[in-house]
C-alpha cells in the first residue's frame, strides 16, 4: 500500500521570501531522493491560473475575492494536489488556505466563519502537514517590494492592511503550535536557510 505524501505550505505576506525558500526546500528535497511537486495558490492549474489572472488584476469585492481563490483552490485540491498526495508524492505549495484567513479574513474584514464554510465544502479532510510561516514586519516587506516587479492589486496595498494580515497568521501560528513552523523572514538569507535544512533533516527522519 502506497503511504500518502506529505503536504508543506509556505505562507507570509507579500515580501517575505516564502517563494524564494520554496525553491531552495524542493532542491534539498530533491538532493535527498524526493521529488516534491512544486505548485502555488491562485494558480496550480490551467483554471487557476487564469482566476490567478482575475485575482491580482481586476478589481472586486472582497466576498467575489475570496469565492475566486476558492474555486481556483477547489480545481487545484481535485487535479493536483489531492492525487499527488494520495500517488505517495510530497507537495509543496506557496501558499493555500491559511492565507484566506490571513488575506481575505484578517486584511479584508470576511467573516472566518465564512472562510471555515469554504474550507470544509472545498477540503475538509486535506489541510498541510506543516505550514512554515515567513514572519517579515510590513514595512521591511514594502522595501523589498519596491525593488521587485510591478506590483499586483495586493502588493499595493496599505501597510496598515499587510499588519492585519499579519496578525492574523500569527493568531493561526499560535493556535495550531504543531502545524506550524514560524521563520524570522529579516535574517539573512544564508542563515534562514540553514534553519530549513534542519527542519528539513528531521522531516526524513520521522
Known amino acids: 500500500m502506497i503511504s500518502r505524501g506529505r503536504f508543506i505550505t509556505l505562507e507570509g505576506i507579500d515580501g517575505a521570501g516564502k517563494s524564494t525558500q520554496a525553491s531552495f526546500i524542493a532542491e534539498k528535497l530533491r538532493a535527498r531522493g524526493i521529488d516534491p511537486l512544486v505548485t502555488r495558490e491562485p494558480g496550480g492549474t490551467p483554471l487557476g491560473e487564469q482566476l490567478r489572472e482575475l485575482i491580482l488584476h481586476q478589481p472586486m469585492s472582497a466576498r467575489a475575492e475570496t469565492l475566486l481563490l476558492f474555486a481556483a483552490r477547489t480545481q487545484h485540491v481535485d487535479a493536483v494536489i489531492a492525487p499527488a498526495l494520495a500517488s505517495g508524492r510530497w507537495v509543496l505549495c506557496d501558499r493555500f488556505t491559511d492565507a484566506s484567513f490571513a488575506y481575505q479574513g484578517g486584511g479584508r474584514g470576511v467573516r472566518a466563519t465564512d472562510i471555515e464554510t469554504l474550507a470544509n465544502w472545498v477540503h475538509a479532510d486535506l489541510w498541510p502537514d506543516i505550514t512554515l510561516l515567513f514572519d517579515l514586519a510590513p514595512e521591511v516587506a514594502a522595501q ?25 497568521y500569527l493568531a493561526r501560528a499560535q493556535a495550531e503550535p504543531a502545524r506550524f513552523v514560524v521563520f524570522d523572514g529579516s535574517v539573512a538569507p544564508e542563515r534562514l536557510q540553514r534553519q530549513l535544512e534542519k527542519h528539513i533533516e528531521s522531516w526524513l527522519s520521522k
Do not use: G, H, I, Y
Not at 510591478?150 to 501597510?159: G, K, S, V, W, Y
Open 144 to 168: 523589498r517590494l519596491a525593488k521587485s516587479r510591478p506590483a499586483d492589486r495586493f502588493e499595493t496595498e496599505q501597510l496598515a492592511f499587510f499588519a492585519r494580515v499579519r496578525t492574523a
